[in-house]
């Protein structure tokens, strides 16, 4: 008997001829670009969670990808993405002294 396991999830590109090379077969379709974009902005959710899970840095790097790929599906590149980044972090700094905001107190 044929088992079939159900994902109707984004993947990596290779992820197709990996699963042939292993004896089984893969089977997918290409997104419309809507469809990319809803299932691209559920993978960054699905790779987060994967990295609060394990806190391994691996996660951090297919999280890195799903950021790259969430930026291109809305007609960034990653070298746009990257000096949007820099300029933030001129303008508003980054978070090297590790601070976190506890409150801000209105003057009288």
């Known amino acids: 008997m044929r088992q079939t396991k159900e994902y109707s999830k984004l993947i990596r590109d290779r992820i197709p001829e990996i699963i042939r090379l292993s004896g089984k077969t893969p089977e997918v379709r290409v997104l419309t670009s809507d469809e990319f974009q809803s299932a691209v902005d559920a993978k960054l959710v699905e790779e987060l969670k994967e990295y609060q899970e394990s806190g391994d840095v ?4 297919d ?3 799903t950021l790259y790929a969430a930026a291109n ?3 960034c590149s990653r070298e ?6 820099a300029r933030k972090a001129e303008e508003r700094g ?3 002294k ?3 905001l506890i409150a801000v107190h209105e003057k009288e």
């Open 80 to 85: 746009e993405l990257e000096q949007i980044r």
């Open 63 to 65: 999280l890195l990808e």
């Open 94 to 96: 980054a978070f090297e």
């Open 98 to 100: 590790r601070l976190f």
């Open 73 to 75: 599906a809305r007609g």
């Open 58 to 61: 691996a996660e951090l790097a």
